[in-house]
């Protein structure tokens, strides 16, 4: 049996502000891109071009919020 309590504990550790990834500064991942333009036309928003991956990500957690899909 496993304590979920630890499991979020240890699940929330290991989430790095995107400003901290070692790799932000990298092109999106082609998922990020995907889910960026399905959020995008969801919310009726433009996305900026050649964001970097950290820059997605918190796009994603914007537009995510707007449309209140990843709840």
Known sequence: M???????ADQSAAIKDPDEWVTGDEPPTAAQES???TLA????????????KAE???R?????????RGQ
């Not at 036309?41 to 970097?52: G, I, K, S, V």
């Not at 994603?60 to 209140?68: K, R, S, Y």
């Open 2 to 8: 496993t304590d979920r309590g630890n499991e979020q």
């Open 41 to 52: 036309r969801e919310a009726h928003a433009e996305l900026p071009p050649d964001l970097t």
């Open 56 to 58: 997605a990500s918190k």
């Open 60 to 68: 994603i957690d914007e537009l995510q919020a707007e449309t209140g």
């Open 35 to 37: 889910y960026l333009s």
